[in-house]
């Protein structure tokens, strides 16, 4: 039984680091696509601009779960 013990101490320390490395991120990347060019480009600047005020007031309000939002998008061109 002893050894059971000692050997599930030791892979949880060694999982440690791994678990650590994962929380450590600072912020919480959102990506997004949206038509900013072409037949579609008005609604989709719209689109990404709510998404960029949802980003703005969540991190003026403290973050979600302590961590800063980042929007990343991607241009569908409609």
């Known amino acids: 039984m002893k050894r059971w013990t000692l050997f599930i101490t030791l892979a949880a320390l060694l999982c440690l680091p791994l678990v ?3 929380t450590g991120a600072n912020e ?3 990506g997004v696509t ?3 060019s ?3 480009a008005e609604l989709g600047q719209e689109q990404l601009n709510g998404m960029q005020m949802w980003a703005d ?6 973050a ?3 961590r ?3 929007i ?3 241009d569908d061109q409609s």
């Open 34 to 36: 949206a038509s900013l």
């Open 72 to 74: 990343v998008y991607y």
């Open 68 to 70: 800063k939002v980042r």
């Open 20 to 22: 650590q490395a994962d």
């Open 57 to 62: 007031d969540l991190n003026a309000r403290g």
């Open 28 to 30: 919480i990347t959102v």
């Open 64 to 66: 979600l779960l302590a």
């Open 38 to 40: 072409g037949k579609y």
